[in-house]
């Protein structure tokens, strides 16, 4: 059969959306920090390494959660770690509104973390799960859309609340408790709506709960695709070895390589260390206040637009091409801006620096965001899909901080110029990881690749029948 996507039921998108609001406040957690700062500095009268830490305490959390999340996910299940990380979404945002010093803020900001950590690992996990074979990347790719979506929420919301401050509405102190509070509402959104979604019939078939797993596919599948979906998941449900056993299995060893390295490219592209200093790195170029905040919304908004493609092109022309196309980006972005920061940003340097930035954000949006968090959650097999997207999420968590920590001092020791050329060869090395090991997964089931993976068949080609 055709699999085209009115033969989907539109339950799937529904479900997708919802699990996608995880995304979301991914996005906002990330995103709203910048605004705050200021305010914070001022109010709590902190230390630039305070703010640092203020920053990164979050990235902290999230790594701690990401190493929680398989277990919760293989014990009470994909729903309810998306409950969990809800319910800590809304305690840690209300706690840092509320916290009273610096120490608290940076506590609550780790708990907060764990919410991120959570999240990141369940959403992505329940997406695919719950996704037909032909239009998984998409469906997981909506969850890369809310991040991208939320970034801009928040600088929105920021943007907002420095306006009422602006007019003394607010005062300082009271501006940065609002913003970072405010994501209390779409954390109870979330948590709410959660509520109302089905269990991942994958995880039930893993607890032997077999009614419910075909309960739950006849309502998100149509009634010929129920029986083959429902013998496959069984199938590789049922193949139980210890996870002791498992990690000698030298093809799992494999698919876990492949899954921590591409969240280590996706964290080392720096796309993040431009979202969290694009302003910083632009002001000390010469650049003032109000430029800083207009590319800082352009990047937002590129970000969100480049990713709505994605969702598009990641079906049509499939996930390695993406990331070609996406490491090409990198590659022509990042040493042209080290060439321009190396003989200074007057005149049209200066444009061409920030459309330099632009095609960074588009070359990442298109591939290693989407791409990558897809390609992470089709390649596990079901026994340990728990385990082997802890490794990876848990990369994505590590690079993500090792990032945020380091990489102002790279561009103070090394000058931006050499931090951008840094990323010009990581994005070479990067091309060459995927020509030599980057599999294409799309429209193949995800019983389809756990064959190949116990079939020891070589990474590039676990996608093929
Ligand atoms: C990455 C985040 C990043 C975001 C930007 C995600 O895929 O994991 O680290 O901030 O994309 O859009």
Redesign the pocket.
């Given at each position: 059969m055709n699999p085209r996507i009115h033969t989907h039921k539109p339950i799937v998108y529904i479900i997708s959306l919802i699990a996608a609001l995880a995304g979301l406040l991914f996005?906002i957690d990330?995103g709203v920090i910048s605004g705050a700062l200021n305010y914070l500095q001022v109010d709590l009268n902190l230390s630039t390494s305070q703010l640092e830490t203020v920053t990164s305490s979050i990235l902290v959390g999230a790594v701690i959660g990401a190493m929680g999340s398989g277990w919760i996910n293989r014990h009470y299940g994909r729903r309810f770690a998306i409950l969990v990380s809800a319910v800590i979404f809304v305690i840690g945002s209300i706690g840092s509104a509320m916290a009273a010093s610096y120490n608290t803020l940076v506590i609550v900001r780790i708990i907060l973390g764990l919410a991120l950590g959570v999240a990141s690992f369940s959403a992505p996990l329940y997406l695919s799960e719950m996704a037909p074979a032909a239009i998984r990347g998409r469906l997981i790719s909506c969850y890369?859309l809310m991040?991208?979506v939320g970034?801009v929420l928040a600088y929105l919301s920021d943007t907002g609340f420095t306006h009422l401050q602006s007019i003394g509405i607010l005062s300082a102190a009271q501006a940065w408790r609002w913003m970072l509070g405010a994501v209390a509402f779409p954390a109870a959104l979330m948590f709410i709506v959660v509520l109302f979604l089905p269990s991942s019939p994958r995880w039930t078939a893993l607890k032997g709960r077999d009614e419910e797993t075909l309960h739950i596919l006849k309502r998100i599948r149509h009634a010929h695709q129920v029986e083959q979906e429902f013998t496959e998941i069984k199938e590789s449900a049922t193949l139980a070895m210890p996870l002791r056993d498992l990690l000698r299995n030298q093809s799992l060893l494999k698919v876990i390589f492949l899954g921590v390295m591409l969240q280590l490219i996706?964290?080392f592209s720096g796309?993040?260390a431009i979202?969290y200093y694009a302003p910083i790195i632009f002001g000390q170029a010469g650049f003032n206040q109000t430029d800083g905040m207009w590319v800082t919304v352009s990047i937002g908004a590129i970000?969100v637009i480049t990713t709505i493609f994605s969702l598009y092109l990641i079906e049509y022309l499939g996930r390695r091409a993406l990331m070609y196309l996406g490491a090409i980006l990198l590659f022509i972005s990042t040493s042209t801006l080290a060439i321009l920061f190396n003989s200074g940003l007057t005149g049209t340097n200066a444009m061409l620096a920030i459309t330099s930035v632009f095609v960074f954000i588009i070359g990442f949006?298109i591939s290693y965001?989407p791409v990558?968090?897809t390609l992470c959650s089709e390649v596990y097999p079901l026994r340990v899909r728990e385990f082997g997207i802890t490794c990876s999420t848990v990369a994505?968590w590590v690079g993500?901080s090792l990032i945020a920590a380091f990489s102002l001092s790279i561009m103070k020791n090394f000058s931006v110029s050499g931090f951008f050329v840094m990323l010009a060869i990581i994005a070479i090395l990067s091309f060459v990881f995927f020509r030599f090991f980057m599999p294409e997964t799309k429209g193949v089931s995800l019983e389809r690749i756990e064959k190949n993976v116990w079939a020891n068949t070589p990474l590039l080609k676990l996608g093929e029948a």
């Amino acid at each position: 059969m055709n699999p085209r996507i009115h033969t989907h039921k539109p339950i799937v998108y529904i479900i997708s959306l919802i699990a996608a609001l995880a995304g979301l406040l991914f996005g906002i957690d990330i995103g709203v920090i910048s605004g705050a700062l200021n305010y914070l500095q001022v109010d709590l009268n902190l230390s630039t390494s305070q703010l640092e830490t203020v920053t990164s305490s979050i990235l902290v959390g999230a790594v701690i959660g990401a190493m929680g999340s398989g277990w919760i996910n293989r014990h009470y299940g994909r729903r309810f770690a998306i409950l969990v990380s809800a319910v800590i979404f809304v305690i840690g945002s209300i706690g840092s509104a509320m916290a009273a010093s610096y120490n608290t803020l940076v506590i609550v900001r780790i708990i907060l973390g764990l919410a991120l950590g959570v999240a990141s690992f369940s959403a992505p996990l329940y997406l695919s799960e719950m996704a037909p074979a032909a239009i998984r990347g998409r469906l997981i790719s909506c969850y890369q859309l809310m991040i991208t979506v939320g970034i801009v929420l928040a600088y929105l919301s920021d943007t907002g609340f420095t306006h009422l401050q602006s007019i003394g509405i607010l005062s300082a102190a009271q501006a940065w408790r609002w913003m970072l509070g405010a994501v209390a509402f779409p954390a109870a959104l979330m948590f709410i709506v959660v509520l109302f979604l089905p269990s991942s019939p994958r995880w039930t078939a893993l607890k032997g709960r077999d009614e419910e797993t075909l309960h739950i596919l006849k309502r998100i599948r149509h009634a010929h695709q129920v029986e083959q979906e429902f013998t496959e998941i069984k199938e590789s449900a049922t193949l139980a070895m210890p996870l002791r056993d498992l990690l000698r299995n030298q093809s799992l060893l494999k698919v876990i390589f492949l899954g921590v390295m591409l969240q280590l490219i996706q964290q080392f592209s720096g796309m993040n260390a431009i979202l969290y200093y694009a302003p910083i790195i632009f002001g000390q170029a010469g650049f003032n206040q109000t430029d800083g905040m207009w590319v800082t919304v352009s990047i937002g908004a590129i970000n969100v637009i480049t990713t709505i493609f994605s969702l598009y092109l990641i079906e049509y022309l499939g996930r390695r091409a993406l990331m070609y196309l996406g490491a090409i980006l990198l590659f022509i972005s990042t040493s042209t801006l080290a060439i321009l920061f190396n003989s200074g940003l007057t005149g049209t340097n200066a444009m061409l620096a920030i459309t330099s930035v632009f095609v960074f954000i588009i070359g990442f949006a298109i591939s290693y965001g989407p791409v990558v968090w897809t390609l992470c959650s089709e390649v596990y097999p079901l026994r340990v899909r728990e385990f082997g997207i802890t490794c990876s999420t848990v990369a994505n968590w590590v690079g993500n901080s090792l990032i945020a920590a380091f990489s102002l001092s790279i561009m103070k020791n090394f000058s931006v110029s050499g931090f951008f050329v840094m990323l010009a060869i990581i994005a070479i090395l990067s091309f060459v990881f995927f020509r030599f090991f980057m599999p294409e997964t799309k429209g193949v089931s995800l019983e389809r690749i756990e064959k190949n993976v116990w079939a020891n068949t070589p990474l590039l080609k676990l996608g093929e029948a």
